[in-house]
């Protein structure tokens, strides 16, 4: 089980260019839950990651973490938190290897075997990004999904790319997160077909 029992967001205001965005954006999600941001093009759910994360600065808002709230949030969730966004996030001149063992130092080889086998990337263990295309290139980001022990996992779009299987895959990997006591805040154009979760509307 993980030690966080729950992520409170309160009255978010972030501006983005000439805009107010996220409107006093406000939700809790507790251990084992899933929050799905959904909104229009625009409507500002890659901002709340980016806000939450500190790389955007918040007009107004409160992070509570197990009800207490955070005087430094950026710095308590990036130690907490593992956030996939837009971007695959990954080091162009290293090989799929390579990338994962700069993400994951501690980790034995071994390991990155078995989660690029169950990914269907064991053929391109040793490849150089280059070489893969877009949906594998974001098998590989997610792989830190399977590598990560991070009690919150922050999704921004995470199915892009991704074929049927993967998308299956990456389904039943988020159950077993929540399954675990994990929490998963996820922005998605697409429905999450097998698992419960808690709209928030943009
Ligand atoms: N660097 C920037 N400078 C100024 N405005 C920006 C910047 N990046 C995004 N915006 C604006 O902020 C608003 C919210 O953008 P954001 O990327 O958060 O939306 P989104 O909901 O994630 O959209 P999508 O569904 O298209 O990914 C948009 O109107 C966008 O034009």
Known sequence: MYSVASLTISDFLVERGESDLLNGLSFSARSGEIVHIS????????????????????????????????????????SKSLYIGHGVGLNAALTVMENLSWY????????????????????????????????????????????SDKPIWLLDEPFT???????????????????AGGIIILASHLPLKSLPFQRVEL
Do not use: Y
């Open 39 to 78: 909104g229009a093009n625009g409507a500002g759910k890659s901002t709340f990651f980016k806000a939450l994360l500190g790389l955007l600065p918040l007009l107004n808002g409160t992070i509570s973490l197990n009800g207490e709230v955070l005087v430094r949030p950026a710095q308590s969730l990036l």
């Open 161 to 179: 790319a991704l074929d049927q299987t993967l998308i299956s895959q990456l389904e039943a990997k988020m159950a077993d997160h929540i399954s």
């Open 104 to 147: 994951f130092p501690e980790c034995h080889i071994s390991r990155f075997q078995l989660v690029l086998k169950e990914l269907s990337m064991s053929a391109f263990a040793e490849a150089q990004l280059q070489q893969l295309s877009a949906g594998q290139l974001r098998r590989v980001a997610l792989a830190r999904l399977w590598l």
